[in-house]
């Protein structure tokens, strides 16, 4: 089946094109500037890549035209329309809602609207790319994947903030859980590693990209992850500072005047690997500064490997221990000094990476074994696909119907 996945942002809209079967990309790009001019950037293996400047008002525009482009015989890969079985859509937020993925309907959209207070920035564009697919395929089939889905197993003690329980009626405000997506993929890659039954398997899985979050998994199911709330909560990530003392905020705001929303943005945007170091958010930028002697470099990055081994051991702590570890997403995948700091000093445990293998992964990058080959925790790297997981989720939702 060839599958349509979507990733709604405020002004753009990515999107690939999958066959499920074979796990093919048969197109993808991204139509960026909704409603304020309009830009498609489309990409077809072995054609030349297409970008044009193409009026936008909404997210129904951009499917039209990114429609159109993916069934037009020069640029596209598809004669058909019809040849769309299905789009399935990235959600940031299910709120309480959602514990998997969904198809869509009024009940499906009315609760997706309860979560706009959950996640604002990101609700109001889901449900606009929604619209805009409805609009441009009405017969078409949609399906949504939740990056919060996978972490509804939490159980309470894990996800109850000590805060005053009337907000958490009143509010929500809970721990939800943030790219379940990519940590639901990378668990299912390393269930097929380990050799173990699933259901006795203690894993712990590290995306750390731009935003960064870690989980623990047990028997297959999460018990806890470090994002929250919101994807603020956690480690130290590009901009963004993770957990602090909450008294900081109040402190902060005070001293320096800020409003709420000034607060927000530097909680989000001005802290991480940026606050810290001064150079960059980029996680190659702070590498070379610290390799070129920046300090405030080395101390941004010795905070993120230290945040790690910290969460590795008190999660191997709350499974009651640990059977393999799994680093991905853009800083897992390609920063071998991360995951050396962040393995180093829990050979207690039974984590003992093999250096030589760690810093010398070769490329393209694969599934590839880190620990040494007798070590009893099994390290690995395994490259994250969240597209083709909500691929897949639709494909088989659909094909139930
Ligand atoms: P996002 O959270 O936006 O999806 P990514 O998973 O792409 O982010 O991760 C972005 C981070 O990964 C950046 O800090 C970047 O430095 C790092 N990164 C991405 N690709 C590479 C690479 N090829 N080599 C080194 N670091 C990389």
Do not use: W
Not at 242 to 255: C, H, Q, R, Y
């Amino acid at each position: 089946m060839n599958v349509l996945v979507v990733n709604a942002g405020s002004s753009s809209l990515k999107y690939q094109l999958f066959d499920t079967a074979s796990g093919q990309v048969k197109a993808k790009g991204l139509c960026e500037r909704i409603g304020i001019g309009g830009r498609i950037i489309h990409k077809v293996p072995g054609k030349e890549d297409y970008v044009a400047d193409l009026e936008m008002k909404n997210h129904s525009d951009a499917t039209k035209i990114l429609v159109q482009t993916l069934t037009d015989k020069k640029l596209g890969c598809i004669s058909d329309m019809s040849e769309i079985g299905a789009v399935g859509h990235r959600v940031v937020h299910g709120g309480p809602y959602f514990s998997g993925s969904v198809l869509v309907n009024d009940d499906v959209v009315e609760k997706l609207q309860l979560c706009r207070d959950l996640a604002p920035l990101h609700t109001g564009p889901s449900l606009m790319g929604i619209k805009g697919c409805t609009d441009a395929m009405p017969n078409t089939p949609q399906v949504l994947v939740f990056d919060t889905a996978f972490h509804q197993t939490m159980p309470e003690e894990a996800y109850f903030y000590p805060i005053a329980y009337e907000y958490y009626e009143k509010y929500h405000i809970r721990r939800y859980g943030f790219h379940g997506t990519s940590h639901r993929y990378v668990t299912g890659e390393m269930l097929k590693l380990l050799d173990k039954p699933a259901e006795d398997t203690k894993i712990v899985t590290c995306h750390l990209g731009n935003g960064s979050s870690i989980s623990a998994v047990k028997g297959g199911k999460v018990i806890d992850t470090t994002m929250g709330f919101t994807p603020l909560d956690g480690v130290e990530m590009g901009t963004r500072c993770g957990t602090i003392d909450p008294a900081i905020v109040s402190f902060l705001m005070e001293k320096e005047n800020m409003t709420p929303a000034q607060m927000n943005e530097f909680l989000n945007k001005k802290c991480g690997f940026l606050g810290v170091s001064g150079v960059s958010s980029d996680c190659r930028d702070i590498t070379a500064a610290m390799e070129a002697g920046n300090h405030r470099a080395a101390l941004a990055f010795k905070i993120l490997g230290y945040q790690i081994k910290k969460y590795i051991g008190s999660y191997a702590a709350a499974m009651g221990g640990l059977d393999g570890i799994v680093f991905t997403a853009g800083i897992g995948e390609n920063t071998h000094q991360i995951r050396s700091l962040a393995c180093k000093g829990l050979e207690f445990l039974g984590v003992e990476l093999d250096e030589e293998v760690n810093a010398n992964v070769p490329r393209p990058i694969g599934t590839t074994l880190l620990s040494k080959k007798d070590a009893p925790v099994k390290v690995y790297l395994i490259p994250t696909n969240e597209e083709l997981m909500i691929a897949k989720d639709t494909a088989e939702i659909v094909s139930a119907m």
